[in-house]
Structures are given as structure tokens and as C-alpha cells.
């Protein structure tokens, strides 16, 4: 059979399973490593090295009285490792054995500490017990949470010293896992090469080999997509403007726009802000009004994008029952100055606006400049704000302070940020992970809103698996967010990705699958 390349640029420093943040780790990690279940490009988590994936309808999630779960994973008939080892249930539970390791924090995710326990009646039988309810637990043992781990290959030195497990080169160049592709050869400098298991439980791919090769420049990008060298881009992101310009040259490919896995918004300062009004709902209504945010998106992102009313993308399996639930505000100077005159300002000679003691507001708005879109954004806000007679200031944050986190979290008026759009972003809601000096500024609150009604809704939506009351628990909590404008979205961003028109099966991830979620079924034309 022909060997075919295709290219997969990306910034990685090493095949480590473990260390999956950097641009296209993600990507490489699922080719090489399948899990028991997989997040599909519809937000619909299937089954992948399991029979079936765990859900409340089909018994395999039972729900106790006592608030206690119970999941049940079958592992698929000839499922294995690429050395030809068979995957067993006692790998499921050396992999639990390690995440659950506390002298090995970089795997310890949530979802580990919330299992109370693991039984193994059989090789192919997985019984997890869990402490609490958990609206996740069916991640468990997926590529989302880290690969899996051969027991047959690491038990022997995670036992001789645990704390040195990932000096292994199994982690890097003796990589053996249980993807479509096997890792043929690593190089630090230049990238990896993979060749197809021919005998992969979910049949083989059509793509013998794989070439993944580091490119960490943007002309030299697109300058080998334009060539036909390079097949797919994963991991690396051009921006809007290049992908457009690519689009129109490129004969042997296409542009995909993925999903809008991401929106631009504003987080209001609730803690402190140097301009008190921000607290008060009926300005913060005000200033939303006072944005055209139709206009942004179409000249920031070339019409690609709708305007952010949510916080959940308008393609996500969610979002056409909770849509109702949303508040919006689309464009109106005129009902955004009737608004600051009920709040008693007025405006002066100078266009400012200033209450009856002489007050004029001064609000400030914090953008990094580590995302070009960030500032983009924040210079037509002020803009708009000014019309209406609110004077601005832009803190732009420069690269040595964008990792200071008293310094951002100590915003002074607003912070604009791109954020993923995803349910998981509940959490950030919750009052314990504000990020305050008591802290430390550890926790993903960036807005710092902190009330016990929006902690009960979040702790609602954590703990409600039967699906169509977790979505009651969202409708109300999209509601709660837009009308009290606690996030206040501009709009939605987009990441282009470029496809070979030689690839058969290959798309851009969309509701937070990454977009090697089927890498098993890839072919060549």
C-alpha cells in the first residue's frame, strides 16, 4: 500500500499524554490514544474502546438514593494496546490508581477524586462508584480527561518510584497507546511520524501514515498549504483575515470555520471597581444598549460571526432549548441615554455625561494585547460608550503583566476576554472560585460576582444528570447571567481550519469536539 503523508503542524514540545495544552497536543494525543468514549462533532459522547457509552436510559448510570452513582464501562471485544496487548479492566484501574496519585498533581483532575471506588468483576468490566453526583462522570477514562495507561508496560516503574513515572520514554519516544495511528518515530526538533494499526477496533483508517510536522511560523504555514505539502492544519490557528486570503487561493483545499467555540465579552469588576456605578444593574443595561454589536461583528469578523447573547454557542445541541431563556439587548443610543438620565446624568457642555453634584463617569476597560482581537474589540466599545457620553480609558496590558494575577484580577472597570463557549463555564459562576488577595487569585471567577442564588443555581446544574432537568438548570442560569448582565457578550469567534480536498471524513471540531475526534474513519480520495 502507498504511503501517504499528511501533514499535521502544531507546537508541541514532546508525545506526552500528560501535557496536552500546548497548540495541537490535543489532536496528536487522540490519532495515537482512544479512550472508552468520545466527545462527536454533534456534543454527543459515543462510545469508542467501550460497548456503549454510560447513560442514565440505557442502566448503564444508575442514580442511588444516598446521592451516590454507579457507571458501568464494557470494554469492546479486541480492543488493545498497539504492542498487541489487550486492553483490560485492570488497565482502567492502574490509570485510576495513577490519577489519583497526590504526589502526581499534573493528572489530578476532578473527576478522579469523586470516585469512592473501582471494581473489576472480569477483564472486560469497569464498575465505577462515585462519592457524589457528578454530570461528567461519563468523561471518565475518555482522551478529554488524559489517556489512558498500560498497566503492563508502567505498573513495574510507577511502583519503583512513582514520582519519576513521567521520566519514562514511554512517555515520548516508546509511546505505545491504543489510537488508530502508532507513534513509528519522534523527533524533539521537527515532529512525529504515525502509521496505521491495521487491526483498530473501530476498523482501519484510510490514511497509512501520518506525518506530523511542528510549524511555528504563519508564512510558512500557508505558504505550505498553498503548496499542497501540507494536508491539514490542527492545533496552529491563522487568523480570520488569513484564512480568508487562503480561501481565495488555495485550489487544492478549503476553509472550514469551526464552530463558535469561543465568544469576545465583557466581565464587569464587581469587587471594588474604581467606577461604583458598574455595579448597578441599570447602567451596565445602558452601556449594552449603547454597543452595535451587528456592525462589530461583521467588520471585526467579516460577517463569520452572529452577536454573543450567551454564553452558549448558537450551534451547541443545548442551545435551541434554552434559547428563549435569553435576555438581549441589541443596539439603542437612544434608550441607553434615556437610561442614564433615570439614573439622574445628564450631558454637560462637553458631551460628558455628569449627575447633579458634578460627577462624570470614567470607566475603564482592560484588554490584553497577547490576542490581537482583545483590542480590536475594546477600541470600537469606547467608541460607542463616548457617543453616549461615558468617558473611557484603555489598560492595555502588555506580556510580562498579562500572567499577574493581582494585576488582572484587579480590573478596573472591565476586562474584555475570549472565553469558550461551553456549559462547563457554569463553574465560573460559583462565589468559590472568585479570584480574591484571600486566595491567592486562584479560581476561574474572572468577573469576581459573587451571590449565594447564582451558587444554589450552579450547584443545581453540577448535580443534575437526568438530561432534561440539567437543562432547566441551564435555561435558568442563562437567564440569570444575561439579565443580569454578570458577562456581557459582543460576539463569537471562530477558528479556521484548513482541509486538504485529498481528505475524506475530515472536518473542523464543532461543539467541543476536537476535529481528530474520528480520526479512524479518515481516508484519502
Given at each position: 500500500m502507498a504511503v501517504t503523508k499528511t501533514a499535521l503542524p502544531f507546537l508541541y514540545t514532546q508525545l506526552n499524554p500528560t501535557n496536552t495544552n500546548a497548540g495541537g497536543g490535543p489532536e496528536v494525543v487522540d490519532l495515537v490514544n482512544s479512550g472508552l468514549t468520545v466527545l462527536s462533532s454533534r456534543g454527543q459522547r459515543l462510545a469508542q474502546l467501550a460497548e456503549a457509552a454510560p447513560t442514565v436510559e440505557n442502566g448503564l448510570w444508575k442514580l442511588e438514593a444516598d446521592g451516590t452513582m454507579e457507571l458501568t464501562w464494557h470494554i469492546r471485544p479486541g480492543a488493545q494496546w498497539h504492542d498487541g496487548a489487550p486492553l483490560t479492566s485492570g488497565d482502567i484501574a492502574f490509570t485510576l490508581r495513577v490519577n489519583q496519585d497526590p504526589g502526581l498533581p499534573v493528572l489530578r483532575n476532578q473527576?478522579?477524586?469523586l470516585v469512592e471506588r473501582l471494581d473489576t468483576p472480569d477483564d472486560g468490566t469497569v464498575i465505577v462508584r462515585w462519592k457524589n453526583p457528578y454530570i461528567k462522570a461519563d468523561e471518565l477514562f475518555s482522551a478529554t480527561l488524559g489517556s489512558l495507561l498500560?498497566?503492563?508496560l508502567l505498573?513495574?516503574?510507577y511502583a519503583k518510584d512513582s514520582s519519576a513515572l513521567f521520566d519514562e520514554a514511554y512517555f515520548n519516544r516508546e509511546f505505545v497507546g491504543t489510537g488508530p495511528f502508532k507513534l513509528r518515530s519522534w523527533d524533539a526538533g521537527s515532529g512525529l511520524?504515525?502509521?496505521v494499526v491495521p487491526d483498530y477496533v473501530l476498523g482501519r483508517p484510510g490514511i497509512e501514515v501520518v506525518e506530523v510536522r511542528y510549524v511555528t511560523e504563519d508564512n510558512a504555514l500557508i505558504a505550505g498549504v498553498l503548496s499542497g505539502s501540507i494536508d491539514l492544519m490542527l492545533g496552529t490557528q491563522v487568523s480570520t483575515d488569513q484564512a480568508l486570503s487562503i480561501r481565495e487561493q488555495w485550489q487544492g483545499g478549503h476553509v472550514e470555520f469551526a464552530d463558535f467555540g469561543t465568544w469576545v465579552q465583557l466581565y464587569p469588576q464587581f469587587v471594588d471597581p474604581t467606577e461604583p456605578l458598574i455595579l448597578n444593574l441599570q447602567f451596565r443595561r445602558a452601556l449594552m444598549y449603547a454597543i452595535d454589536r451587528e456592525v462589530m461583528a461583521a467588520s471585526i469578523q467579516s460577517g463569520l460571526v452572529p452577536v454573543a447573547d450567551t454564553f452558549i454557542s448558537p450551534r451547541s445541541p443545548y442551545y435551541s432549548t434554552i434559547e428563549a431563556s435569553?435576555?438581549?439587548?441589541?443596539?439603542?443610543?437612544?434608550?441607553a441615554a434615556r437610561m442614564m438620565g433615570e439614573l439622574g446624568y445628564r450631558p454637560g457642555s462637553d458631551g460628558l455625561l455628569a449627575n447633579a453634584s458634578g460627577h462624570k463617569i470614567t470607566v475603564?476597560?482592560?484588554?490584553?494585547?497577547?490576542q490581537a482581537i482583545h483590542l480590536k474589540a475594546a477600541l470600537p466599545i469606547e467608541t460607542y460608550w463616548q457617543q453616549i457620553g461615558i468617558a473611557t480609558d484603555i489598560d492595555t496590558v502588555p506580556v510580562q503583566l498579562a500572567q499577574d494575577v493581582a494585576y488582572r484580577a484587579n480590573f478596573p472597570g472591565f476586562s474584555i476576554q475570549k472565553q469558550p463557549t461551553d456549559v462547563d463555564a457554569i463553574a465560573k459562576l460559583h462565589s468559590s472560585e472568585a479570584r480574591l488577595a484571600s486566595r491567592g487569585y486562584r479560581g476561574v471567577n474572572n468577573a469576581r460576582y459573587m451571590d449565594p442564588a447564582m451558587d444554589v443555581l450552579v450547584q443545581r446544574y453540577q448535580t443534575t444528570i437526568p438530561i432534561p432537568q440539567r437543562i432547566q438548570a441551564i435555561s435558568q442560569i442563562v437567564h440569570e447571567v444575561s439579565d443580569q448582565l454578570v458577562w456581557m457578550g459582543i460576539f463569537f469567534d471562530t477558528g479556521p481550519a484548513l482541509i486538504s480536498n485529498r481528505l475524506v471524513n475530515v472536518g473542523a471540531g464543532e461543539n467541543g469536539a476536537k476535529?481528530?475526534?474520528?480520526?479512524?474513519?479518515?481516508a484519502i480520495r
Amino acid at each position: 500500500m502507498a504511503v501517504t503523508k499528511t501533514a499535521l503542524p502544531f507546537l508541541y514540545t514532546q508525545l506526552n499524554p500528560t501535557n496536552t495544552n500546548a497548540g495541537g497536543g490535543p489532536e496528536v494525543v487522540d490519532l495515537v490514544n482512544s479512550g472508552l468514549t468520545v466527545l462527536s462533532s454533534r456534543g454527543q459522547r459515543l462510545a469508542q474502546l467501550a460497548e456503549a457509552a454510560p447513560t442514565v436510559e440505557n442502566g448503564l448510570w444508575k442514580l442511588e438514593a444516598d446521592g451516590t452513582m454507579e457507571l458501568t464501562w464494557h470494554i469492546r471485544p479486541g480492543a488493545q494496546w498497539h504492542d498487541g496487548a489487550p486492553l483490560t479492566s485492570g488497565d482502567i484501574a492502574f490509570t485510576l490508581r495513577v490519577n489519583q496519585d497526590p504526589g502526581l498533581p499534573v493528572l489530578r483532575n476532578q473527576a478522579y477524586q469523586l470516585v469512592e471506588r473501582l471494581d473489576t468483576p472480569d477483564d472486560g468490566t469497569v464498575i465505577v462508584r462515585w462519592k457524589n453526583p457528578y454530570i461528567k462522570a461519563d468523561e471518565l477514562f475518555s482522551a478529554t480527561l488524559g489517556s489512558l495507561l498500560p498497566r503492563h508496560l508502567l505498573e513495574h516503574a510507577y511502583a519503583k518510584d512513582s514520582s519519576a513515572l513521567f521520566d519514562e520514554a514511554y512517555f515520548n519516544r516508546e509511546f505505545v497507546g491504543t489510537g488508530p495511528f502508532k507513534l513509528r518515530s519522534w523527533d524533539a526538533g521537527s515532529g512525529l511520524v504515525l502509521d496505521v494499526v491495521p487491526d483498530y477496533v473501530l476498523g482501519r483508517p484510510g490514511i497509512e501514515v501520518v506525518e506530523v510536522r511542528y510549524v511555528t511560523e504563519d508564512n510558512a504555514l500557508i505558504a505550505g498549504v498553498l503548496s499542497g505539502s501540507i494536508d491539514l492544519m490542527l492545533g496552529t490557528q491563522v487568523s480570520t483575515d488569513q484564512a480568508l486570503s487562503i480561501r481565495e487561493q488555495w485550489q487544492g483545499g478549503h476553509v472550514e470555520f469551526a464552530d463558535f467555540g469561543t465568544w469576545v465579552q465583557l466581565y464587569p469588576q464587581f469587587v471594588d471597581p474604581t467606577e461604583p456605578l458598574i455595579l448597578n444593574l441599570q447602567f451596565r443595561r445602558a452601556l449594552m444598549y449603547a454597543i452595535d454589536r451587528e456592525v462589530m461583528a461583521a467588520s471585526i469578523q467579516s460577517g463569520l460571526v452572529p452577536v454573543a447573547d450567551t454564553f452558549i454557542s448558537p450551534r451547541s445541541p443545548y442551545y435551541s432549548t434554552i434559547e428563549a431563556s435569553i435576555v438581549r439587548y441589541p443596539y439603542d443610543p437612544g434608550r441607553a441615554a434615556r437610561m442614564m438620565g433615570e439614573l439622574g446624568y445628564r450631558p454637560g457642555s462637553d458631551g460628558l455625561l455628569a449627575n447633579a453634584s458634578g460627577h462624570k463617569i470614567t470607566v475603564g476597560i482592560q484588554a490584553t494585547t497577547a490576542q490581537a482581537i482583545h483590542l480590536k474589540a475594546a477600541l470600537p466599545i469606547e467608541t460607542y460608550w463616548q457617543q453616549i457620553g461615558i468617558a473611557t480609558d484603555i489598560d492595555t496590558v502588555p506580556v510580562q503583566l498579562a500572567q499577574d494575577v493581582a494585576y488582572r484580577a484587579n480590573f478596573p472597570g472591565f476586562s474584555i476576554q475570549k472565553q469558550p463557549t461551553d456549559v462547563d463555564a457554569i463553574a465560573k459562576l460559583h462565589s468559590s472560585e472568585a479570584r480574591l488577595a484571600s486566595r491567592g487569585y486562584r479560581g476561574v471567577n474572572n468577573a469576581r460576582y459573587m451571590d449565594p442564588a447564582m451558587d444554589v443555581l450552579v450547584q443545581r446544574y453540577q448535580t443534575t444528570i437526568p438530561i432534561p432537568q440539567r437543562i432547566q438548570a441551564i435555561s435558568q442560569i442563562v437567564h440569570e447571567v444575561s439579565d443580569q448582565l454578570v458577562w456581557m457578550g459582543i460576539f463569537f469567534d471562530t477558528g479556521p481550519a484548513l482541509i486538504s480536498n485529498r481528505l475524506v471524513n475530515v472536518g473542523a471540531g464543532e461543539n467541543g469536539a476536537k476535529a481528530t475526534w474520528n480520526a479512524s474513519q479518515w481516508a484519502i480520495r
